[in-house]
C-alpha cells in the first residue's frame, strides 16, 4: 500500500514538474515572432504545447525508472 502510495506521488511530481519545465523553455523560444495569432490563442497554444511535451517527456521518465527498478530488483 506504502508503496503504490509513494508510486502516484512520485507519478504526480514528475508530471508537474516536466510540464513547469516545458513551459519554460517554450515560453523562452519566443514564437509569437513566427505565429500569427490573438494574444490568446497563443498563450492557449503555449500551454498545450507544454502539457503534451511535459506529460512525453515525464512518461518516458517514470517508463525508464521503472523498468530500471524491475531490473535490478530480479537479482
Do not use: P
Request: glycine share 2%; net charge neutral.
Amino acid at each position: 500500500m506504502l508503496y503504490s502510495n509513494l508510486k502516484i506521488i512520485l507519478n504526480i511530481v514528475c508530471y508537474l514538474f516536466f510540464i513547469f519545465i516545458s513551459f519554460w523553455c517554450i515560453v523562452d523560444l519566443h514564437l509569437e515572432r513566427f505565429l500569427r495569432m490573438h494574444k490568446q490563442q497563443f498563450q492557449t497554444l503555449v500551454v498545450v504545447l507544454s502539457v503534451a511535451l511535459g506529460y512525453l517527456c515525464a512518461s518516458l521518465f517514470i517508463t525508464l525508472l521503472y523498468e530500471i527498478h524491475d531490473l535490478f530488483s530480479q537479482f
